[in-house]
Structure formats: C-alpha cells, structure tokens
C-alpha cells in the first residue's frame, strides 16, 4: 500500500477516533448535567414535589415547623375541619400495635371559622401547598363547612373525609354506600371555590365502585385510602384499648393492601390519585406512583420519625437522577404482564 494511502486512512481513523471521543464526553456531559424534574400536578395545582403529609398526622403544620423546614414539602394536608369547634373523643384514644397504629382521636379540630383567623395565615405564608380536611355528619355539614372556609385565601384544595372509621356516624356512612358518596361530593364540588379531593374508605368490598361514584359526582381527584377499622384488647382487664372500642389502624401493616387499591383505582378512573397507606422510605413513595399515583401522603411515620416526608423527597430525586427520570415518567409505569392485570383488577 502507498504511503500516502496509509496516511490517509490513518488520518481518517485519528479523527474517527477524535469524533467518537469528543461525542462520548458531550454524552458524558449531558449525563453528568441531568436535573430531575419531580414536580406534579394534580387538580390544576401544581406541586414542588409528590410528597405530602397526611391528615390528622401532622396537625395545622406549624406544629412541625421546628422539628423540618415546611418549604421542602410539596404539600401539607391539615386534620380535619368540621363547621363548629370539636372536642373529640376521650382518652386513651391511640394505642401501638405491630407495625402499626390505631387512633380513635375522634376529629378534635378547632372549627372552619377558627382555622382561618388562627390557622391559615401561618400556612399562606408558605410555598407548600395547603389542603384542607373536611367530614360532617350530613351533606349540609360538608356543604356549611365548605361555604365558610371558601372565604379562606391561600387554601389549594379540599379533601373530602367520607370515609373515616373514627366516628360512629357520618363519614362511615357516606364512605360505605356509592349512592350516598355520589350525593356528598356533588354537593361539596358544587359549593366549592376550590378543587375537591374526595378521600376514600379501604372497608369496602370494591374501592373502584366507590372510586367511580366520586368520579362521576365530579371529584377533581381522589386521596386513598384512609384507615382500617380495627381494635385491640388488654387481656388483664378484659377492657378495650381504645376507649371507642374500635380505631382507625394505619402504619407499615396496610401498606400492601392500600397499594392493590391504588392500582386498582389507577386503571378505573381518568381522574389524579394521592396513594397513601404505610409508606415511611423513598421505595414505599416509589411504589405508589409506579402503581398509579401522582403523589403520596406520608401519615404514621410523621409520629416517629417527622423528617420522614422531606427525607422521601429527596430519596425520590435521588432515584430520578439514577435511573435519568423525570417524576412523570414513573407515574403508572408497572410492567405487569397482561395475563396479571385481569386477575387483580375489578374491571
């Protein structure tokens, strides 16, 4: 071979060479530049990141504001507000049990008229996003409550508790019957100023049919699920441990199971979900949004371990960065194998 020749393709090849080098370092450097994006949007609101605390876990959130900066959270989700003032239930009213924690503290909260002179100027002053909590114990309850919080400023949604077991009327009633959810969420949504998130019971025999009705009574969104209807038993006194005999069990124990409904509301629905249920670490949070959810609500663990919500935020940008994933693409991403979905869904 000439000489020319050959130094014609070894010059060929040293700028191959070149271009492939500088084509991995490009490569490189936009790897080594990705910034995840873990925000969300749910209900036209949109938040910093998926992760919120719980109602009734975390109080009117100022209480928590010494222990984690607030403004790391993507949304605070306050206990739940009636139209008038409530004292609760009496004592003992929460009681530890394996992996888990039942509470009966009955709705004590201050009132809707209390919570924006006292509660809400604290929460508009923050970045992250407020939900209110509302129960009644009729529709005209939902509704009179809802018209005097609608004055409020800086509320972002409502969360609508049909479905808690804590009480020994109202919300179970509503929770527990598609008809009668139907009715409450169609007269909330209707007197709402603010999008309504509708928050379903897991002591049902089918959450889709509920998730359905809700639905189609116009709920911008829907947060699942919330506590098990549970009790516990000292076997010295024979007496209950919770004075209202049966409790609301939340906690590590009901993760498995809030998660099936999660998925399972996912693929019945067109409307956003909050999943919650159990979920304490970053793999918890993932589960729920590659199930189906768009964000999640971190409850118990806030009594153990409150830094847990932002420690989750983190964790899960920190798992966007490894896999090269924007929160979005996560959100109902599980590789099921088509013979599986029918087996576990209602339809």
């Given at each position: 071979?000439?000489?020319?020749t050959?130094?014609?393709?070894?010059?060929?090849?040293?700028?191959l060479?070149?271009?492939?080098?500088?084509?991995?370092?490009?490569?490189?450097?936009?790897?080594?530049?990705?910034?995840?994006?873990?925000?969300?949007?749910?209900?036209?609101?949109?938040?910093?990141?998926?992760?919120?605390?719980?109602?009734?876990?975390?109080?009117?959130?100022?209480?928590?504001?010494?222990?984690?900066d607030?403004?790391?959270l993507g949304?605070?989700?306050?206990?739940g507000?009636?139209a008038?003032?409530?004292?609760?239930?009496?004592?003992?009213?929460?009681?530890?049990?394996?992996?888990?924690?039942?509470?009966a503290?009955?709705?004590?909260?201050?009132?809707?008229?209390?919570?924006?002179?006292?509660?809400?100027?604290?929460?508009?002053?923050?970045?992250?996003?407020?939900?209110?909590?509302?129960?009644?114990?009729?529709?005209?309850?939902?509704?009179?409550?809802?018209?005097?919080?609608n004055?409020?400023?800086?509320?972002?949604?409502?969360?609508?508790?049909?479905?808690?077991?804590?009480?020994?009327?109202?919300?179970?009633?509503?929770?527990?019957?598609?008809?009668?959810?139907?009715?409450?969420?169609?007269?909330?949504?209707?007197?709402?100023?603010?999008?309504?998130?509708?928050?379903?019971?897991?002591?049902?025999?089918?959450?889709?049919v509920?998730?359905?009705?809700?639905?189609?009574?116009?709920?911008?969104?829907?947060?699942?699920?919330?506590?098990?209807?549970?009790?516990?038993?000292?076997?010295?006194?024979?007496?209950?441990?919770?004075?209202?005999?049966?409790?609301?069990?939340?906690?590590?124990?009901?993760?498995?199971?809030a998660?099936r409904?999660?998925?399972?509301?996912?693929?019945?629905?067109?409307?956003?979900i909050?999943?919650?249920?159990?979920?304490?670490?970053?793999?918890?949070?993932?589960?729920f949004?590659?199930?189906?959810?768009?964000?999640?609500?971190?409850?118990?663990?806030?009594?153990?371990?409150?830094?847990?919500?932002?420690?989750?935020?983190?964790?899960?940008?920190?798992?966007?960065?490894?896999?090269?994933?924007?929160?979005?693409e996560?959100?109902?991403?599980?590789?099921?194998?088509?013979?599986?979905?029918?087996?576990?869904?209602?339809?």
């Amino acid at each position: 071979m000439p000489h020319s020749t050959r130094t014609k393709k070894r010059q060929g090849a040293e700028r191959l060479s070149a271009k492939s080098s500088r084509s991995l370092k490009s490569a490189e450097s936009a790897d080594n530049q990705f910034v995840p994006h873990i925000d969300t949007e749910i209900a036209g609101i949109h938040f910093q990141n998926p992760v919120l605390t719980a109602s009734g876990t975390f109080g009117y959130g100022q209480e928590f504001a010494h222990l984690i900066d607030l403004n790391q959270l993507g949304g605070i989700v306050v206990k739940g507000i009636s139209a008038e003032t409530m004292p609760g239930n009496p004592p003992p009213r929460i009681y530890e049990t394996d992996s888990g924690m039942l509470n009966a503290i009955g709705l004590q909260n201050v009132g809707a008229r209390k919570f924006l002179e006292e509660k809400l100027p604290f929460l508009r002053a923050l970045k992250t996003r407020t939900i209110v909590n509302v129960f009644g114990y009729s529709t005209d309850d939902y509704v009179r409550t809802i018209e005097i919080l609608n004055a409020g400023e800086g509320i972002d949604a409502y969360e609508l508790n049909i479905s808690c077991p804590n009480t020994r009327s109202g919300g179970m009633v509503y929770g527990s019957d598609p008809k009668l959810t139907e009715e409450v969420v169609a007269a909330s949504k209707r007197a709402a100023r603010y999008p309504v998130i509708v928050k379903l019971s897991p002591n049902v025999t089918d959450i889709t049919v509920f998730a359905s009705a809700a639905e189609a009574a116009g709920a911008d969104a829907l947060s699942l699920v919330n506590t098990f209807v549970g009790m516990a038993i000292d076997v010295e006194t024979r007496t209950p441990r919770v004075s209202n005999i049966t409790a609301g069990l939340s906690g590590p124990a009901i993760k498995p199971v809030a998660l099936r409904m999660v998925y399972q509301c996912a693929r019945a629905v067109r409307i956003p979900i909050i999943g919650m249920g159990g979920i304490s670490t970053p793999e918890d949070a993932l589960e729920f949004l590659i199930a189906g959810a768009r964000a999640v609500q971190v409850g118990t663990a806030n009594f153990y371990a409150p830094d847990t919500a932002p420690r989750i935020a983190q964790g899960i940008r920190d798992y966007c960065l490894r896999k090269r994933l924007h929160v979005g693409e996560l959100i109902g991403s599980l590789r099921a194998p088509d013979s599986s979905a029918s087996t576990i869904t209602a339809r």
